[in-house]
């Protein structure tokens, strides 16, 4: 795995929380049009969805904190052999 790979991805799942996050939002705010029980789920959502935008802000700055070697270590984590 490269370093710009893990970053690639990290940055991805940002983007899909912050959309599921605007969607959820939307549905909790407007129970006219999606209705009470839609917007109640919403409403009971946003915690968890925080709790993942927090984790997804750690993980984004160890990302980037992690020297690159370390990613090319990463593959043979598992117990494959090491290339020499």
């Known amino acids: 795995m490269k370093k710009a790979d893990a970053v690639e991805s990290?940055?991805?799942?940002?983007?899909?929380?912050?959309?599921?996050?605007?969607?959820?939002?939307?549905v909790a705010l407007n129970p006219s049009e999606h209705g009470w029980p839609a917007s109640l789920a919403s409403i009971a959502a946003i915690p968890v969805l925080?709790?993942?935008s927090f984790g997804?802000?750690?993980s984004n700055a160890a990302v980037r904190q992690i020297p690159p070697?370390?990613?090319d270590l990463l593959p043979d984590i598992g117990g494959g052999k090491r290339k020499e």
Request: hydrophobic share 40%.
């Open 56 to 58: 997804h802000m750690v």
């Open 10 to 26: 990290v940055e991805r799942v940002g983007e899909e929380i912050n959309e599921v996050y605007g969607r959820i939002l939307s």
């Open 50 to 52: 925080s709790t993942a």
């Open 69 to 71: 070697r370390v990613f």
